[in-house]
């Protein structure tokens, strides 16, 4: 694990530091809560690594910020080549998830004219090429899907079978999006029940954001993969910004990308579930 040094420390942009403790922060950043005579902030630090590794998550958090609760950003940067993201500290509570199911649902009202977003996201395990595209069904099946399945061949996790059911669903995926034209709004592409928090007023916020501009169904289903969020939050969704017709049918084809990273990231146990998407569709 990574040690913050005195010498770190006293390079971060804040002032009297009174206790560094670590905390969970995914599996990716190290993470520590740090206390100052201002009060606690966030810190996330990736070792060895430019500043940039940051840049796409301050992004998402300005934007969605715009409509939504989130960490507000303090500070990033690097030193000695180790790079850093101080946000804001959140003391978690309980909250309804009624106001989360609206919170998600205004965002999702932000609305672009193109699916994609203004940068490609190389920095993490999985890439995720961001090429502006006008049809959401050639923007997912290209540069969601695809890519997934390339890279879980070159690890040996993909088969000719696999190949064969998904060249099937990706087929009738860009088939429907020639017919049935979407709206580019702004996602979270990251929307599971470790990055949704309610703060101590019982306010939700949104965290650790992956954002893009794609169709909003692409979120609802990932919320749907692990659990975590009630009928209430689908309730208050859709009372505020309602799904289109026949949406139940087309969540399995988002669930499969979120099923694929994790067949990348994670391996072989994750294979059952994509092969029972991949085969009921």
């Not at 999702?108 to 069904?137: E, I, M, R």
């Not at 749907?224 to 399995?252: I, N």
């Amino acid at each position: 694990m990574f040690m913050l040094s005195d010498e770190f420390l006293a390079q971060l942009p804040l002032s009297g530091i009174s206790a560094v403790q670590p905390v969970s922060g995914g599996d990716i950043n190290q993470a520590f809560r740090v206390v100052t005579r201002d009060g606690p902030y966030f810190l996330l630090v990736q070792p060895d690594t430019p500043q940039s590794f940051y840049a796409h998550e301050v992004e998402g958090l300005n934007l969605i910020g715009q409509v939504a609760r989130v960490p507000q950003v303090i500070a990033t940067g690097d030193i000695a080549g180790d790079a850093y993201l101080i946000l804001e500290w959140l003391d978690s509570g309980q909250g309804q998830q009624a106001d989360l199911g609206r919170l998600v649902a205004t965002m999702h009202a932000v609305h672009n004219d193109q699916f994609g977003f203004d940068h490609d996201v190389l920095t993490g395990k999985l890439p995720k090429y961001n090429t502006w595209q006008t049809n959401w069904g050639d923007f997912f099946v290209n540069q969601r899907l695809n890519v997934l399945a390339k890279r879980a061949s070159q690890s040996g996790l993909w088969s000719a079978s696999r190949q064969q059911h998904l060249d099937q669903l990706t087929k009738k995926i860009l088939a429907y999006y020639q017919d049935h034209p979407s709206v580019p709004s702004l996602l979270h592409g990251d929307l599971w029940a470790g990055n949704y928090m309610f703060t101590k007023t019982g306010e939700p916020a949104l965290i650790d954001p992956d954002v893009f501009y794609g169709d909003r169904e692409f979120d609802i289903a990932v919320t749907t993969v692990f659990g975590g969020f009630s009928r209430d939050f689908y309730t208050a969704y859709q009372q505020q910004y309602p799904l289109p017709a026949g949406y139940e049918d087309r969540l399995p084809w988002y669930q499969l990308y979120y099923l694929m990273a994790h067949l990348n990231l994670f391996g072989e146990s994750y294979g059952g579930a994509v092969d029972r998407i991949l085969m009921a569709n």
